[in-house]
């Protein structure tokens, strides 16, 4: 059973349920990996929880990454700087890992950061945390190697279909895969996410209204 | 010790030192991974090696994925059909991982081609391949889940790299990275693999020239 916790009270005066949380974290454990009910409840009576507000920073360019986060709830973008601009390259949403792999396996400085687009609540680890969690479930880090697997086969598919999209195909991908994204993320940084400038994103949305309302008109 | 075996004569009439080729691969293996002498030993003499003439299809779109390979010489590129075009998305060179995961793994229908560009010689690996490897070094399989974690981070950094580049910087990365991709590539692909048509990439190459004259004059 999941180990009762007082409702925790933020700085900001809201307040989150713990104990709701947890039943939330274990039922996703549960589902991305074969982990027992017993191995699940471990995890999340020992994994750290932690809340973000709207605009932190969870990693800045140039700095090591020392934690790997999951995250709840909430959305966090990753971009870096290029030519002065900043570039968004990825937009996470909740139930993803947030990780910066080579920073964090090599301890190099990362190139890019990672900004909470909302108010987020997130689980994170450490090298210590992963440690310790590998100790006392042995089978976390067998898990997390078969998702890496995964994961890199989803990366491979993924970098293929950017390659070889047009903007204007990797928008209609997230109309159609990540539609509420649209609703929580500024149109700038979608236009920079899709590799075109705010205006270029206007021009593919009139354009793509106008073909809707073409197909409606022909039915 | 490497066993000797015999020169393999192709149907070609050209031939390969099988035993030259085994001593390189046994070098791979230990640069590459944390094998030891005696696995490695075991593991060369038991991997299948294949040859494949310039033009072959290692894969084709649709077809479900049975073979990993490893590229130890020649060049292949990948590439899938979007709106009847081919576009290149990547590019094999020796000692690169030849993977389609999400097709092997899953045992759907790949979504790009395989083809190689040069005449390639390739370690070949079908799933029975694989378990009798494990089974024959146990090791294999966690070093390989190692490799895929060491993957993953370098997939993510160069679909950010990607993503937040222009055609130009794109174009550069490959000159000082992989400059043998210049002459072993034709245009159109590289043009592809890059983002854009031939006609533009003919154009990059001409504003990096005449910098390239401008920077040398002023020196």
Chains 1, 2 share one sequence.
Request: net charge neutral; glycine share 4%.
């Amino acid at each position: 059973m999941i180990s009762p916790q007082a409702t925790k009270i933020l700085t900001d005066g809201t307040s989150i349920d713990m104990q709701q949380l947890r039943v939330q974290l274990k039922r996703f454990i549960m589902q991305t990996a074969q982990f027992t009910d017993q191995e699940a409840e471990l995890l999340v009576a020992s994994v750290q929880i932690i809340t973000a507000k709207k605009g932190t920073f969870l990693l800045k360019e140039g700095q090591v990454c020392q934690h790997n986060y999951l995250l709840v709830q909430g959305c966090v973008r990753e971009f870096q700087y290029k030519n002065g601009e900043e570039k968004t390259t990825t937009i996470y949403t909740e139930g993803q890992s947030i990780e910066s792999l080579i920073s964090y396996q090599n301890h190099t400085p990362a190139r890019h950061s990672w900004e909470c687009l909302e108010d987020c609540i997130l689980t994170t680890s450490s090298r210590a945390d992963t440690e310790r969690l590998n100790k006392m479930v042995p089978r976390t880090q067998e898990v997390c190697r078969e998702k890496s697997e995964e994961q890199l086969g989803t990366y491979q598919a993924h970098m293929a279909d950017y390659m070889a999209s047009t903007p204007e195909e990797r928008y209609l991908h997230i109309v159609q895969n990540r539609p509420d994204l649209l609703d929580r993320v500024p149109q700038y940084y979608l236009a920079s996410y899709i590799g075109v400038s705010p205006e270029t994103l206007s021009r593919i949305r009139a354009r793509l209204k106008a073909k809707g309302r073409k197909v409606k008109a022909s039915l």
